[in-house]
């Protein structure tokens, strides 16, 4: 419920869709009903799960995305199916080896309801799990209900829209890096524009917010994952998130990931340094127990991050200036432009473009979506 407002002299408390029991409780009750929750999807500070339990809605199963029904799974690990040991509800993974619930998994259930937290960014995946259960309720005739939340992101969009030959689970939908919309208003687009399979027989319903706007400037009450452990992670995370496909890391398994990056071999460049551990959050961290040296970002200037509206390319220059061999900057398995959403950024780097080029030729994609986004907006835009 937390939020901090700059943009507008006159703050509003800002509500998640979750606190508006008349919209949605009415479509849940008498039915069977799978949630899409993790441990962001709180009423105050009760789960979404024993709100609705006590308001005698019948859940009939969970189904967790990456991180799991708690929230507490490193990044990229597997997630077993389980019981939760305090409702007894059965728990499915829908990420690891699948994807989207499977029509077996549907059998018992006569509507699906989704409320996570997002922040905003298109390689964040919990957007990706929304598009395989969209996809899944189309195929399966089941309606949807989406609780909107507000996205701490949502005040601006850059980066370039994702192209085909980059899809996958860090970027299904052709959408800038940060597109600057609610998880509500993405399912929108993502039902308008036909981006999954049976789009037309979604039946598709959005709970808004209350009192949000794109002019204003969310702050998370909770945590969404286990490496954004506050807001200026949050924020850094769509400039940051680039190094996952280099040899940089950034700060995990240490207390301070996506606030600090850096490598052993920046050592005579900084004189900050970090050393990451094994820790439930990140058991395997890069460069695990060994010292790795560079910037410091723990007292950025959030204030300067939100009046730029843009991903900050400067921190991908300077580590790619200071790395010695250039040719192995970006890792083998070209992770880098899956998330980047094209081939044509890493490419550009090598070559020694500048940040003004490689904007410009962002630019007709994000006109593009700009004209699209328009028509799906919930919320009064920036």
Same mark, same amino acid.
């Given at each position: 419920?937390?939020?901090?407002?700059?943009?507008?002299?006159?703050?509003?408390?800002?509500?998640?869709?979750?606190?508006?029991?008349?919209?949605?409780?009415?479509?849940?009750?008498?039915?069977?009903?799978?949630?899409?929750?993790?441990?962001?999807?709180?009423?105050?500070?009760?789960?979404?799960?024993?709100?609705?339990?006590?308001?005698?809605?019948?859940?009939?199963?969970?189904?967790?995305?990456?991180? /799991? #029904?708690?929230? @507490?799974?490193?990044?990229?690990?597997?997630?077993?199916?389980?019981?939760?040991?305090?409702?007894? $509800? =059965? +728990?499915?993974?829908?990420?690891?080896?699948?994807?989207?619930?499977?029509?077996?998994?549907?059998?018992?259930?006569?509507?699906?309801?989704?409320?996570?937290?997002?922040?905003?960014?298109?390689?964040?995946?919990?957007?990706?799990?929304?598009?395989?259960?969209?996809?899944?309720?189309?195929?399966?005739?089941?309606?949807?209900i989406v609780l909107d939340r507000?996205?701490?992101? /949502? #005040?601006?969009? @850059?980066?370039?829209?994702?192209?085909?030959?980059?899809?996958?689970?860090?970027?299904?939908?052709? $959408? =800038? +890096?940060?597109?600057?919309?609610?998880?509500?208003?993405?399912?929108?687009?993502?039902?308008?524009?036909?981006?999954?399979?049976?789009?037309?027989?979604?039946?598709?319903?959005?709970?808004?917010?209350?009192?949000?706007?794109?002019?204003?400037?969310?702050?998370l009450p909770v945590h969404p994952?286990?490496?954004?452990?506050?807001?200026?992670?949050?924020?850094?995370?769509?400039?940051?998130?680039?190094?996952?496909?280099?040899?940089?890391?950034?700060?995990?398994g240490t207390d301070w990931p996506?606030?600090?990056?850096?490598?052993?071999?920046?050592?005579?460049?900084?004189?900050?340094?970090?050393?990451?551990?094994?820790?439930?959050?990140?058991?395997?961290?890069?460069?695990?127990?060994?010292?790795?040296?560079?910037?410091?970002?723990?007292?950025?200037?959030?204030?300067?991050?939100?009046?730029?509206?843009?991903?900050?390319?400067?921190?991908?220059?300077?580590?790619?200036?200071?790395?010695?061999?250039?040719?192995?900057?970006?890792?083998?398995?070209?992770?880098?432009?899956?998330?980047?959403?094209?081939?044509?950024?890493?490419?550009?780097?090598?070559?020694?473009?500048?940040?003004?080029?490689?904007?410009?030729?962002?630019?007709?994609?994000?006109?593009?979506?700009?004209?699209?986004?328009?028509?799906?907006?919930?919320?009064?835009?920036?």
């Open positions: 419920m937390a939020f901090r407002e700059s943009f507008s002299s006159e703050p509003k408390i800002i509500l998640p869709a979750a606190y508006k029991f008349n919209s949605y409780l009415p479509l849940l009750e008498g039915k069977r009903v799978a949630l899409i929750v993790n441990h962001s999807s709180l009423v105050g500070s009760v789960h979404l799960v024993d709100t609705l339990l006590k308001k005698s809605i019948k859940i009939v199963k969970i189904f967790a995305p990456e991180h /799991g #029904f708690r929230g @507490d799974v490193e990044a990229g690990a597997a997630i077993d199916n389980q019981v939760d040991l305090k409702t007894r $509800i =059965p +728990i499915i993974s829908i990420y690891g080896k699948k994807s989207k619930p499977s029509s077996e998994d549907l059998k018992n259930v006569d509507c699906i309801l989704f409320d996570i937290q997002d922040v905003g960014v298109r390689f964040f995946t919990y957007i990706s799990t929304l598009h395989y259960v969209m996809e899944a309720c189309a195929e399966n005739g089941l309606p949807l507000p996205n701490p992101n /949502g #005040f601006y969009v @850059d980066g370039p829209v994702l192209d085909s030959c980059c899809k996958s689970f860090v970027g299904i939908d052709p $959408i =800038p +890096i940060v597109y600057g919309m609610t998880i509500g208003e993405l399912a929108k687009m993502i039902k308008g524009e036909a981006w999954i399979h049976d789009a037309n027989n979604l039946r598709l319903t959005i709970i808004p917010c209350v009192n949000y706007s794109h002019k204003q400037l969310y702050e994952s286990p490496n954004l452990k506050n807001q200026t992670a949050v924020i850094l995370y769509p400039s940051l998130c680039f190094f996952e496909g280099t040899p940089i890391s950034i700060g995990r996506f606030q600090i990056f850096g490598h052993p071999q920046f050592h005579n460049k900084y004189p900050f340094s970090f050393t990451p551990r094994s820790r439930i959050e990140s058991i395997n961290p890069p460069w695990i127990d060994q010292q790795c040296f560079g910037p410091d970002l723990r007292k950025v200037n959030l204030k300067k991050i939100y009046q730029s509206k843009k991903i900050n390319l400067t921190y991908l220059f300077e580590a790619f200036q200071v790395y010695p061999i250039k040719d192995s900057f970006f890792l083998k398995n070209l992770f880098f432009d899956k998330l980047a959403g094209t081939r044509t950024l890493r490419q550009q780097i090598l070559k020694g473009y500048s940040e003004s080029e490689i904007r410009k030729s962002w630019e007709p994609g994000i006109k593009k979506f700009m004209t699209k986004r328009k028509k799906y907006l919930l919320y009064d835009d920036f």
